[in-house]
């Protein structure tokens, strides 16, 4: 008869070997156990197991030499066999013996429930035919004699066996799962949900064009249109260079003495230094120093004849420009603004050289000025732009620049060498408005085309769109245009739509909200998925108004 042989490990508990015995294909099933029973020296196991044989109509047989196993089987009836080549049997219960010093529970004196109702304590005389069949030639008994000796393989066994420890793992899982479960479904319900309607309304637009005093760092006054206005600078030195293009002798100038002869008065007169000499030639000579002429001592007609008596002095002098030209032998001299009988006899004039150099002019200068009121300034401007980081609103038009006296160097009618430059400390500047500061004029603007203030109410200042423009400097400050375009619309009071729309669903929101005159559109957007109705919570909702035409 065929049959099939379990191999029990020290670590099966009863289910495992129950399942085995299930999974059996065979009828005869041989158990062979591990040197130590293990979970065999239970009786109530042992009646589990021939149970379970008895229902899936299997022939259950226990190999082993275990005294005390042995002495259990018989209480449970199952037979043994010491090995393959031994005929199965039943153990009588009277040879019950304790072997090796094992505790052994005797499992005939234990209550197994339902499981002793069922005990047959008869030997069954199929079971015995059927063992009596096994065949010890196989190779099934090499492999069991060495089980017996504690040496057998244990058989691959595919089997999948409930495990407890298992279960018990998987039973926690599930636990924490359905705790997660039931937080989630929590938060989802009770805190998760939030709405916000988006209301469209039909506004009219509100232009806004108003001319507004710059006050500075004053306050802002709706009632005399000043607004407080910042203003920022920019300071540095400015310069371009230019080419001179005048021309001049600047080489030495002559020099020599001019004897006066005073033979028209009596009284002494006096010169200043710079008095001008007129040579006989047309060469003007300028005395270096002040000078005092005595007056006439004898007689004016002979002194006039032959100088005696004159009053005389002699001043040093330099010709009015250089060059050679005015090197001159001794000549008269006319003198500059002295009139009557006083005579200038100049000495030899030597040292005069020409050398022509380029010097600058008054119209280098005034070009080169020019030059620096046309350089580019595109890069200040957005230096100054970006130092207003408040979110101001630039005034473009009132970007100026000033320029400070230009220095030349070399000055006007110096030597130039080589390029001159033209150089001048600048001023730009730029001023803006907060918007903070801006708004409240934009709302009294708006506010005066209002014709029912308990119906209508401004939806958009037009804050985002204003333009300022037309920036004109005043002897006591400035001005600027400011234009822009308002929208007004219906009065709607936000808390009184939260109110009228907590708990509602899409639908009932949508037809409550629209009834309101001037209400173009209505839309509920939920925080979830899940969510359809809007909390009844007010704090989760939000109330967000557009306006269809701005």
């Known amino acids: 008869m065929n049959k099939d042989i379990i191999y029990i490990d020290t670590e099966d508990d009863i289910t495992a070997i129950i399942g085995k015995i299930k999974s059996s294909k065979e009828n005869v099933v041989a158990l062979v156990p591990p040197k130590r029973t293990g979970v065999l020296q239970s009786a109530v196991n042992l009646r589990l197991l021939s149970r379970t044989a008895e229902k899936n109509s299997k022939k259950l047989v226990l190999i082993t030499n275990n005294k005390a196993l042995i002495a259990l089987s018989a209480t449970a009836m199952i037979p043994y066999a010491k090995n393959l080549q031994s005929k199965p049997e039943i153990a009588e219960i ?11 529970i005797d499992g005939s004196q234990l209550p197994i429930g339902e499981l002793a109702k069922t005990a047959d304590n008869k030997p069954s005389e199929d079971l015995t035919d059927d063992l009596s069949a096994i065949d010890i030639d196989d190779e099934s008994s090499k492999d069991i004699s060495m089980a017996s000796k504690g040496s057998a393989k244990k058989p691959k066994n595919n089997v999948k066996v409930p495990n407890f420890s298992r279960f018990r793992k998987k039973l926690f899982l599930g636990i924490a799962a359905g705790i997660l479960l039931l937080i989630f479904l929590i938060w989802a319900i009770w805190f998760a949900p939030s709405a916000k309607i988006i209301i469209t309304a039909k506004t009219d637009p509100a232009p806004v064009s108003e001319t507004l005093i710059l006050g500075g760092i004053s306050a802002s006054d709706v009632n ?5 206005s910042i203003a920022k600078q920019i300071k540095k030195d400015v310069s371009v260079n230019f080419t001179a293009t005048g021309s001049k002798d600047v080489g030495d100038k002559a020099t020599g003495t001019i004897k006066i002869e005073n033979c028209d008065s009596p009284s002494s007169f006096s010169i200043s230094a710079g008095t001008i000499f007129v040579s006989d030639s047309g060469l003007n000579f300028v005395s270096n120093s002040p000078a005092t002429v005595p007056g ?3 007689s004016a007609k002979a002194c006039q004849a032959d100088g005696t008596g004159a009053g005389t002095v002699t001043v040093p002098v330099t010709a009015q420009q250089s060059g050679t030209s005015y090197n001159i032998a001794a000549t008269s001299y006319s003198i500059a603004n002295v009139s009557g009988y006083v005579y200038a006899n100049g000495s030899v004039m030597a040292g005069g050289s020409t050398r022509i150099a380029t010097i600058v ?3 280098d200068v005034q070009k080169a000025s020019q030059a620096l009121v046309d350089l580019p300034s595109d890069d200040v401007k957005q230096q100054l732009t970006k130092q207003f980081v408040n979110g101001e609103i630039v005034i473009t038009d009132s970007f100026t620049i000033d320029h400070a006296a230009a220095v030349s160097v070399p000055a006007i009618g110096a030597e130039a060498t080589g390029q001159a430059k033209l150089t001048s400390s600048t001023t730009y500047s730029m ?10 004029f934009l709302n009294e603007s708006i506010n005066k085309q209002i014709s029912d203030s308990k119906t209508q109410s401004i939806y958009n200042n037009g804050i985002d769109k204003v333009k300022l423009s037309g920036y004109l400097k005043t002897d006591t400050g400035a001005t600027v245009n400011v234009s822009t375009v308002g929208q007004i619309g219906p009065k709607i009071d936000k808390e009184a739509i939260k109110n009228e729309a907590k708990g509602k669903h899409y639908g009932d929101v949508q037809s409550t909200i629209e009834s309101i005159k001037g209400v173009d559109s209505v839309d509920v957007k939920f925080s979830y998925f899940w969510v359809t109705t809007v909390p009844n919570d007010t704090n989760k909702i939000e109330v967000q108004f557009n306006v269809s035409n701005a």
Do not use: F, M
């Open 94 to 104: 009277a040879a019950l013996e304790i072997d090796d010093g094992e505790d052994i």
């Open 224 to 228: 005399k249109n000043t607004i407080q």
């Open 296 to 298: 006439l001592s004898g």
């Open 361 to 363: 002019t008054a119209e």
């Open 431 to 440: 001023t803006a408005i907060a918007k903070s500061e801006l708004e409240p």
